[in-house]
């Protein structure tokens, strides 16, 4: 008798335990489809608009910004001696006066 319900128990936890795997399974891939479609319909309504999807501006900003560290600093260009331009150098007062009636 003992047995039967030894069996019965193990039956039991192991039928509740592949539920609680199956529902949290269908949890993590409803919300992977609401991401999905979260993204999908923010690029339709950016060309809608006639506007770039901002995920590609994001990623086209962090692609321009690491571009001098991939290139190193070995392939960069040498600084030109020959372009120096020689300037007549002025004084601006209207930048350094104050109006009066500050």
Same mark, same amino acid.
């Given at each position: ?6 069996? #019965? ?11 609680? =795997? ?5 949890? #993590? ?13 923010? =690029? ?40 120096? =331009?020689? #300037?007549?150098?002025?004084? =601006? ?10």
């Amino acid at each position: 008798m003992n047995f039967l319900l030894d069996f #019965v128990a193990q039956t039991l936890r192991s039928v509740l335990r592949l539920l609680m =795997v199956a529902m949290l399974g269908a949890l #993590v891939l409803g919300i992977l489809a609401f991401g999905l479609c979260a993204a999908l319909l923010s =690029v339709l309504w950016s060309l809608l608009r006639g506007k770039k999807p901002a995920m590609f501006t994001v990623f086209q900003t962090f692609r321009q910004a690491s571009q001098p560290f991939r290139q190193g600093f070995q392939k960069a260009a040498p600084a030109s001696q020959g372009d120096v =331009v020689d #300037v007549q150098a002025h004084e =601006v007062r209207q930048a350094l006066e104050r109006p009066e009636g500050h």
